[in-house]
């Protein structure tokens, strides 16, 4: 199986200049979002819009075309009308860019092949690498550069994002920026006439800042290369993914979207265990598995320790951990008679710790101490719920400066609304991800412990 | 079985006068918050504090005691010691005082059952319905009177909500108040020394403001009564509830938390089916069925209709109605030719109908007109992501005005951050359930449609 080098892609994710060709200054239409994107960004390199009708574009000078920009770009970027796209393309490999980002639409999507067969031939002929056509761009958040049309800016983390769906990512970058979510590439691939899944996990399999890669698949052409990229990346990055489409109604609508075939849900499963991708199957699942696992090492085993200030919000989670094949286990006497030490009598000690509701920053503090001092848990879940006597701030300190001192995994639960907004915020700032509900909390728990076995059976292999 | 007649209950729930017997002006305890929240509500029956050390609380007049109140109130609520209760509660019940509160903790919970069972023992012997003890109050919008101690007000609305658990309120109020969620009645049912979740049920069966009812059950004393009112009760409101402890794990948590025994799933659901129970797994769940069941009607059949404006979304949230036994069926050609008359070329119109990423106001009327009016579809669900070129206003506000015409039911579901609150909450005012995620509007979906088969089965028995 032959992968792509690493090399043969940082031109497309890391370019030194940019030219963008149909840049505009219709800022509600894609070239005139582009540019406005792209111009405003912090990137210290060069960019250059490129439209033979302006001579000026917020402020920058605008070229008529490639000749007269004055070095030979390492990336271009294209938002011409679909027919034009193959003779800028083509331009742009003579000149030698190395890559290209095609925005335009009109290709595949619509039942045009020949033309997207075009780009391929391109591509293959000079080796120019593609993203898209018909795609929404990418984002590198560690040079400042913004490459897509969004509305949304992404903030910086270490979370990378991978979809084939351009209204996917931008749901996604919204909602990630209104939770304080960062990600380091922001990838839509678009139609995939050239680069595709293999090609984004090869390129982020090295990447320093990415700490977990998330991806959102709809169908994949080459199953083998996919499985030999994944296998890869997952050796050096957690990979979390969904395969939508997986039922017959899904795969029916995935076939009219991106003209992906169907998969069974067991190849599927096969797949992505074999090649060390975990698998959730909602998109909230996927952004806060990717936070788990980009945030929180992986824990040594599935034992869970669970501590709430509040005894419903304790059960419904163990649960969950149960229904998903967690253990919370009961504590030793010894353990249990160190809790009772810090806690007031009428706490339970069992696993889960309910501190009772006036728990604050001390008793979080202690509790949470003990517990991932304790061998007998591999992760901890700590659950805060206002109930008026204390806000969130105390035990968001302390979940927090707990979290900050150990090697096991910490998840944080908060219930409620504007009352637990402060405490959700330092836990993000400290990279304790949040959930809000028993089920989510629960299942990125078991992301998280499965990424070791996955490890396991991949590197068995 | 002897269930409870709603007269006995309406003392409690809609007292004409209310004395607070321990009411302070420490707002950060209990008897302070009680005070300020019943004090400040737009009651307009009589609210009497009561504290022989206190002559004026907030600008009201203060009582030394029960018999210096003008009148024999309906109702008494109790903040004072526990061990101080059944005086208080003895010389109110004596009194003629029909129902009585009980915050005070110090019972059951830390094991003190001799205290709760006279408690028990007045309530028997003077007909005194008690809710309580340990418990956080309730709130009855629609006469505008809070008897909490919540720092989060309850919006006015048609869901009422049932606890064991005096946490879950809080956390439920807090988180409902941000989503815009409002309550008819909000009862927390601590100890259940007399008032229990049958009780709860036969008063809301008949109360005029009340469209659903959401239940968090921990335990169950008494499953025969519990049974026979929630058949009773959902002969008239849809009820929907979760079960926490149904693992080992959470049975053990619940055990040790409200002394609630276990109770095996499969016992629980066929309880919950013979009795016309919706049962969801996620409190999450609980408050998205719950509105949905109040605000939409059941569908007639499980057959979904999906528009999208974005194809991924479409596709994952086929999968899931698919995953919980929904249909997504594939439209006839006739509806098909109806659909593509409305839609560009390159839009799906199979189901999940995929209007483009450009879908407006007039795209979104048309096709949702279309796919109510149509014999093939029970049940809409409208999906919105922003994709930049178009706001969330028009697609709610299309979505709003095609429900407000039809007797079938309709859920939204907007994906991303700021760019869908507009919308949000025009489809809120609407009263059509916005979701965020595809698993969550599916088990929404589920729910409704659960509806009209429990009713047949508990009408068969």
Known sequence: MELPTRESLKPLFEPKSVALIGASHKLHKVGGALARNALSSSFSGQIYPVNPNLKTLFGHRVYRDLNEVPEVVDLVEIAVPGSAVPRVLLEAAQKGVKAAIIVSSGFAEIGNFELQEELAKISHRYGIRILGPNCFGLINTAVGLDLTF????????????????????????????????????????????????????????????????????????????????????????????????????????????????????????????????????????????????AWQPPPRGTRIGIITNAGGLGVTVADWCQILDLKVPVFSEEMRSKLRAVLPEIAATANPVDMTGDADFDRYKAVSQILLESEEVDLLIAIFTSQGLVTSYGPAQAISETANKTRKPVLAMLMGGSSIEQGRRILIQNEIPVYHFPEKIAIAAKALTQLRSLRRHSSDK
């Open 150 to 293: 969004s509305f949304t800016q992404a903030i910086k983390g270490s979370i990378s994002f991978i979809s084939q769906s351009g209204a996917m990512c931008c749901g996604t970058l919204d909602y990630a920026f209104q939770k304080g979510i960062g990600f380091s590439k922001f990838i839509n691939l678009g139609n995939k006439c050239d680069v595709d899944e293999a090609d984004a996990l090869i390129y982020l399999s090295e990447d320093p800042q990415t700490k977990a890669i998330a991806l959102y698949i709809e169908g994949i052409r080459d199953g083998r290369r996919f499985m030999a990229a994944a296998k890869e990346a997952s050796k050096n990055k957690p990979i979390i993914g969904i395969k939508a489409g997986l039922t017959e109604a899904g795969a029916r609508a995935a076939l009219s979207h991106t003209g992906s075939l169907a998969n069974r849900k067991e190849l599927v499963d096969a797949a992505f265990l074999q090649s060390g991708v975990v698998r959730v199957d909602d998109i909230e699942d996927l952004i806060g598995g990717a936070l788990a696992l």
